[in-house]
């Protein structure tokens, strides 16, 4: 394969739809609570909190579980790594959309 | 799955929490009410009273929109922005207001000049929309007829009252919008392809 195809591969941890669209919520603001980023995602509480988990596992999310008014807030951010890492994903697909948009039109010639 | 819409979803958040309008405008109407001694708003406790119940309504709506829809802070870089923007906004509403506010043209330039404030801001923290060009619009418009009056008329209560009314209606506006935004299951932000 040519060196195209090396650097394109995907990172599988932040492809997935639900984790991807998580990150790149996060990317755009500081910090997003629990309850909005389930309305973003339209995620279920458990599965939310499961892929929370896995990217604060790999360092990509920092949580910080507080009480607002006595009711207990869960919070996250994006860490360092993972602002590094959701710019250099979607950076990745656009590549990937223009190869494709430019084998299709070679293909068409 | 849409790039630009969660993106979107989150920054915009907190400017389309339009609820928070509806008290805002409550109080510029009640304040307009004040100026000309209308009803229970003309006496000093009637008016004060208002200020009290719009500031608990206020605490309501921001207790309601954290638990509906959850809360977001913007990046440092949005709030520096939004900060620019809000200072040189009321530096350009009193000075406009101050040069041209006693001038003797039958128009309002508080209406005019609170008009564009909106789209300014509008434009610079969600993007215009049909209805902020819309009622901004039309509140422009209507302060630059010749009715309002000549200085020493009361032609800035009456501004404040359509003031009040053109805020609460945005607000409203961007409520729905924001409710349509955040839906449960809504396609374009969870589900689907993946598009940059």
Same mark, same amino acid.
């Given at each position: 394969m040519s060196g195209h195809s090396d650097e394109l591969v995907l990172d599988r941890l932040i492809h997935e739809p639900s984790r991807l669209a998580i990150l790149t919520v996060l990317s755009s603001v500081q910090a997003a609570d629990f309850v909005f980023l389930q309305r973003v995602t339209g995620l279920t509480n458990g599965n939310l909190s499961s892929h929370l988990s896995k990217l604060e596992e790999a360092g990509l999310v920092r949580i910080e579980k507080r009480f607002v008014r006595k009711k207990p807030n869960t919070r996250a951010e994006l860490t360092a790594e993972g602002t590094k890492r959701i710019a250099r994903h979607w950076a990745q697909l656009e590549r990937l959309r223009q190869l494709f948009e430019e084998h299709v039109a070679e293909e068409q010639v | 799955m849409d790039r630009a819409a969660l993106e979107s979803a989150a920054t915009t958040y907190p400017h389309l929490r339009g609820l928070f309008a509806i008290p805002a405008g409550a109080l510029m109407a009640a304040s307009g009410a004040y100026n000309q001694g209308w009803g229970p708003f003309g006496r000093v406790w009637g008016f004060l009273g208002c200020v009290? %119940?719009?500031?608990?309504?206020?605490?309501?709506?921001? !207790? @309601? @929109? !954290?638990? /509906? @829809?959850?809360?977001? /802070?913007?990046?440092?870089?949005?709030? +520096?922005?939004?900060?620019?923007?809000?200072?040189?906004?009321?530096? +350009?509403?009193?000075?406009?207001?101050?040069?041209?506010?006693?001038?003797?043209? #039958? &128009?309002?330039?508080?209406?005019?000049?609170? =008009?564009?404030?909106?789209?300014?801001? @509008? *434009?610079?923290?969600?993007?215009?929309?049909?209805?902020?060009?819309?009622?901004? =619009? +039309?509140?422009? &418009?209507?302060?630059?007829? #010749?009715?309002?009056?000549?200085?020493?008329?009361? !032609?800035?209560?009456?501004? %404040?009252?359509?003031?009040?009314? *053109?805020?609460? *209606?945005?607000?409203?506006?961007?409520?729905?919008?924001?409710a349509r935004m955040l839906r449960p299951g809504t396609p374009e932000l969870g589900g689907g392809d993946v598009r940059a």
């Open positions: - | 009290a %119940l719009v500031a608990l309504v206020a605490l309501g709506i921001q !207790r @309601y @929109y !954290r638990d /509906t @829809y959850g809360s977001v /802070t913007l990046s440092g870089r949005a709030q +520096a922005r939004m900060a620019v923007v809000v200072a040189v906004s009321v530096a +350009a509403f009193l000075g406009v207001n101050v040069l041209l506010g006693s001038t003797d043209h #039958p &128009i309002s330039v508080l209406s005019v000049s609170f =008009g564009a404030v909106l789209l300014v801001n @509008y *434009a610079a923290y969600v993007g215009l929309r049909v209805h902020h060009v819309a009622i901004a =619009g +039309a509140l422009m &418009i209507a302060g630059l007829l #010749p009715v309002w009056g000549d200085a020493d008329s009361s !032609r800035d209560s009456y501004a %404040l009252i359509a003031m009040g009314a *053109a805020s609460a *209606a945005i607000g409203i506006a961007d409520h729905r919008l924001l």
